[in-house]
Every structure is written in C-alpha cells, then in structure tokens.
C-alpha cells in the first residue's frame, strides 16, 4: 500500500473531508496513520472475540443451574475489576486526534467494530462508488422462526448506506430510511449486500442499497441522508 496523503479524501467514517473536520492547511495525515491499529486497540478486539464467544455459547449452553450461578459470580468479579480499572486510568489523549476519530467507528461501532462485543457480524468493503458487505447472523439474531429480525435488516442498511453516502464528500445524518421486505432473510446463510450513492442534491443525499440469500432478494432499501457542518458532527463524537 502506498503511503499517501489522503487529507482531502472523505472519510469514510462518516464524518466528512479531513481538512474540513480538523481545519488542515499544509498538514500532511498519512493513510498509514488511519489504518494503523494500535496495541490497546488489538487487546481490545481480543477482549471482545472472547465476549462474543461467551455469549454464543450461552445461547444454547446445557450448564446446569450451579454452574451457570458459578458464571455469574465470575462475571461480576471481572466487571467490578474493569470498572475499578475504569476509575484509576485517566482520559487518554488519543481522544482528541484525527486518527482516533477516524477508528472510531472502526472499532465501536455496534454493527462493524471489531472492539464492540456486541457488533454484527457484518463485514465492510469499500469498492468504487459504494459498499459491498457480507454478513452470517446466528439465531441469536432470529425474529421469525429461522430468519432474520427486521430490526436488524434495517439497521445493517443503515450502516451501509451510511457508508456508502460518504462519497458525496460530505458528512451526512440519516433522514429516512425507506426498506422493503422482499422474502424472508435466512439465518446462518451468507448474506450479501450492495448499497451504492445514488445523488447529491444540495444538502440530501440519496443511496439505495440490496440484500441478497443467494440469488434470493430479501430485502431492498433506500436512505436519504442530510448533510451536516462536520465541525458540528465531531462535537457531537466528542461530547
């Protein structure tokens, strides 16, 4: 990968041009800096790999009412442990840098953060004027029997088209989001999505995006997203 400046390329992380967020003038941000991942933040992805997995194995664990009282009490030790650690670490400074703001939704984002214990298996590709995505939901994620939650077809569209409408340039704030249910979405099957940007009309920004069983549509959505001052957005993250 070539290191290359990439201050007036849009971040993909939803919150606009780099030079506009950070106010950039001659500073030069490499793209290796963006893409770096730091030692705390691949102890972090170990951390929450481990947290998924106890939460599979809970779903369908035939551990007897002690041992599972025994999992609790230990939970709770580990718990009180991390919040002890909490209170004694201070605020880190790599809160407030541009590399930072760029991970952010990299590694929390509670559908693609690979340090959220709780994010979806959803998986990201940003190609040439949007996102293809692939995901495979266990039954912890089962709405009616053997498919999907509607819940979270809409919410993985709106992760990707969010994405996808950062290559407008702009930084943009879900408006609405229209999603029409074609046919059952099946679980643990491989699903494909396709969100791509549509146009750029003043401040709104249209995407449409598809889902995929197969050769199956399951699902079809459209996003409309309003531009905002990326100033304003990074507040936002930062209050």
């Known amino acids: 990968m070539n290191d290359k400046p990439i201050v007036d ?7 606009g041009a780099l030079r506009d967020v ?13 893409r770096a991942v730091t030692p705390a933040q691949h102890a972090a992805r170990d951390t929450a790999t481990a947290v998924r997995r106890l939460i599979r194995e809970l779903e369908s664990t035939p551990a007897s009412i002690d041992e599972l009282a025994e999992l609790t009490n230990e939970i709770n030790r580990l718990v009180e442990v991390l919040a002890q650690s909490g209170q004694d670490s201070p605020v880190s400074s790599e809160k407030t840098s541009a590399a930072y703001q760029a991970h952010r939704l990299r590694e929390r984002s509670p559908f693609i953060g690979r340090a959220n214990p709780v994010a979806l298996p959803l998986v990201v590709e940003f190609v040439e004027g949007g996102i293809d995505a692939i995901a495979n939901f266990s039954t912890l994620y089962e709405g009616p029997p053997g498919c999907l939650h509607g819940g979270y077809i809409a919410g993985i569209f709106d992760e990707v ?4 409408q950062t290559y407008s340039g702009h930084a943009g704030m879900t408006g609405r989001l229209t999603v029409h249910y074609r046919s059952p979405t099946p ?28 050769d199956v549509l399951c699902a079809e959505a459209e996003g409309l997203f309003v531009a905002v001052d990326p100033k304003k957005l990074l507040g936002f993250v930062e209050g």
Do not use: M, Q, W, Y
């Open 9 to 15: 390329t849009p971040n993909v992380f939803g919150v």
């Open 22 to 34: 950070l106010n950039l003038e001659d500073a030069i941000l490499l793209e290796s800096d963006l």
């Open 161 to 164: 088209l969010g994405a996808a």
């Open 187 to 214: 679980l643990n099957t491989d699903l494909h999505l396709r969100a791509r940007l549509e146009s750029v009309s003043g401040r709104k920004i249209l995407c449409k995006g598809t889902l995929h069983a197969g």
